[in-house]
């Protein structure tokens, strides 16, 4: 089928023969849908494929993912058929069934699936890419045994060393070592979670059934039904992966394991165990060094804040802190600022909880609270280590703090994190650890706060319309309404059917003019903070977001989501 699409766009003058090559070259390299890395590569949109099937076989084409299909639809093809054959059922119409092909011209099929169902079959074309979206979407995720048997996955530095000859027994179901179907299974899923650029994977087990979550641009969608009853063994499985007590299942673990694909790609993962009340959940979150951006330009910075960002992290002292929740993007903010940094003539050290990703030149120390090795010990060691810039992974306590406040004010210019709602609020925080307003203003230059939106996804971006006041209710100025011309992705199997692919960053930079200590030192609130601050010029999370907006790069909800409206 996919030598057979690849021809039809060929031939339609959609693609040039060296564009096929490259997109079939993809397909060797990953596995997947050829369809789905010519739309990657950015060949071509979905819609085009679709268009050109359509002319190809003159049958109608329809957008498969747009459908709502009834459940007593879905039952009368079993998902075997489905799959194999590249099709789905979409609906029915009293004796007649409307079926989704990726290939309609096989007349045998049709014959066949007339038998089963005792209905006349009504063709249409679907492109293979959102078929199988909506199979794994209705009849619920799956990783097939050609995926299992072709993970080629290869754990470095593994050692089977088994507590007991049990836990062998339940690991290695076959007695064939590496063929086992449970080694199989662990292996598919983290080579598929690698292909589709998921963020975290979720092994979640509850009383009657047992799934797997990928976590894709900040969305949970469901991705596999794992064997029945294989829970304990999946769990094991993985801790001996990563090197945990398999043994032991009544408290928390933390690991790391490192895999390698058959074509040389490598990937660390952090592994979290977590006992509950039906077995351990496992939650995989993947440290993806090429999807790391050490480009601010490509961050997500407005231009006049990417220059006072990098006015601030040049300079040779004081501190530059960087807040937001977890999983708003901080971790890529300070690599891309440690990088701009990185030069033979600056001696960086970094104290970080855990390491996520390994940068050439720089000093990096994994915390290991076990043997007393915390941020606050590292940091008084740091400062006998002749640094010129000092990161610390997140400022917890005051100690920590007080040592970090210690540095940026001795010639160091150190960089740190916090867990606040905004830049403004940050201040606040750091006055109930106990840090003096008097140090905060002498040694802090920027606040800087990060959240993270989605990208509308390019192949299924579609123009809508929304009533003027729902702009205004998010804080647009009447006269700027106009300006505003708004997208959101119907949905498509390049975006998981979720119209967003990709994110990016908004930020709120606070800068620390002679106004703003005189607030800080007689006490300001974090309104107050705020006020003065977008009085100077601050573009606020919110505005950030409306940029984007206005852009045509997100969407309202995710503007909700991921931003305060301005008070």
């Known amino acids: 089928m996919s030598i057979k699409i690849g021809e039809i766009l060929v031939k339609q003058g959609l693609l040039k023969p060296e564009q096929l090559s490259a997109a079939l070259d993809e397909q060797k390299k990953n596995g997947g849908k050829l369809t789905a890395d010519i739309i990657r ?3 071509l949109k979905e819609n085009q494929i679709l268009r050109a099937m359509e002319k190809h076989y003159q049958v109608p084409g329809v957008e498969v ?40 011209s096989n007349v045998m099929v049709r014959e066949d699936l007339r038998f089963l169902t005792k209905m006349k079959i009504q063709p249409v074309v679907g492109t293979e890419t959102a078929i199988q979206s909506s199979i794994d979407k209705y009849y619920g995720g799956s990783i097939s045994m050609k995926q299992m048997d072709t993970a080629g996955l290869e754990v470095l530095d593994e050692e089977f060393e088994f507590a007991n000859s049990s836990a062998a027994e339940i690991i290695d179901q076959s007695g064939a070592g590496d063929e086992a179907p449970i080694v199989k299974f662990v292996n598919a899923v983290l080579a598929d979670a ?46 001996i992966m990563s090197k945990l007590d398999i043994a032991e299942k009544r408290r928390p673990q933390d690991g790391r394991l490192k895999v390698r694909t058959t074509k040389g790609k490598e990937m660390d993962f952090r592994v979290s165990v977590l006992p509950c009340i039906w077995g351990e959940k496992i939650v995989l979150r993947l440290l993806d060094k090429s999807n790391l951006q050490l480009d601010m330009t490509k961050l997500g910075f407005e231009e006049d804040d990417l220059k006072i960002f990098k006015s601030n992290i040049n300079l040779p002292q004081g501190m530059v802190l960087i807040t937001g929740p977890t999983g708003s993007g901080k971790t890529n903010t300070i690599y891309s600022a440690l990088s701009d940094l990185n030069r033979t003539d600056t001696n960086i050290s970094t104290a970080e909880d855990p390491v996520e990703f390994n940068l050439e030149g720089i000093n990096q ?70 840090v003096a307003p008097y140090i905060i203003t002498s040694t802090v230059n920027l606040v800087v706060a990060q959240r993270l939106v989605g990208r509308i996804c390019e192949n299924c971006k579609t123009p809508i319309e929304v009533p003027p006041q729902t702009l205004i209710n998010l804080g647009v100025a009447p006269a700027d309404v106009k300006d505003y011309s708004l997208f959101k ?69 995710e503007v909700l989501n991921a931003s305060v409206k301005d008070v």
Do not use: W
Not at 399 to 414: D, M, N, Q, R, Y
């Open 41 to 43: 590569l950015g060949l």
């Open 65 to 104: 993912s747009t459908f709502e299909i009834d459940a007593s639809v879905i039952a009368l093809i079993k998902k075997e058929i489905c799959e194999r054959q590249g099709l789905i059922p979409l609906q029915k119409a009293g004796q007649t069934l409307v079926v989704a092909f990726s290939d309609p």
């Open 194 to 239: 690698m292909r589709k650029r998921v963020s975290d994977i979720h092994f979640e087990p509850y009383e009657k059934r047992y799934r797997v979550r990928f976590r894709i641009d900040g969305n949970l969608v469901e991705a596999t039904a794992p064997p029945a009853g294989t829970a304990a063994a999946i769990a094991s499985r993985i801790k």
């Open 365 to 434: 120390v994994q915390m290991n609270s076990d043997i007393g090795l915390t941020f606050s010990t590292a940091l008084k060691t740091f400062l006998r280590q002749d640094p010129d810039v000092v990161l610390v992974g997140e400022i917890r306590d005051y100690e920590t703090a007080e040592i970090a406040f210690k540095a940026a004010s001795t010639g160091h210019l150190v960089v740190s994190t916090l867990h606040t709602n905004d830049a403004p609020s940050t201040i606040v925080r750091l006055t109930e650890m106990g």
């Open 489 to 557: 992705g119907r949905g498509c199997s390049n975006c998981n059917n979720t119209g967003i692919k990709g994110r990016t960053a908004i930020f709120e930079l606070m800068s620390m003019s002679e106004k703003m200590k005189e607030a800080i030192l007689k006490g300001a609130s974090t309104g107050q903070l705020r006020y003065l601050s977008r009085e100077q010029g601050m573009r606020t999370l919110r505005r950030s977001a409306l940029l984007k907006l206005r852009r045509g790069m997100t969407t309202i909800e």
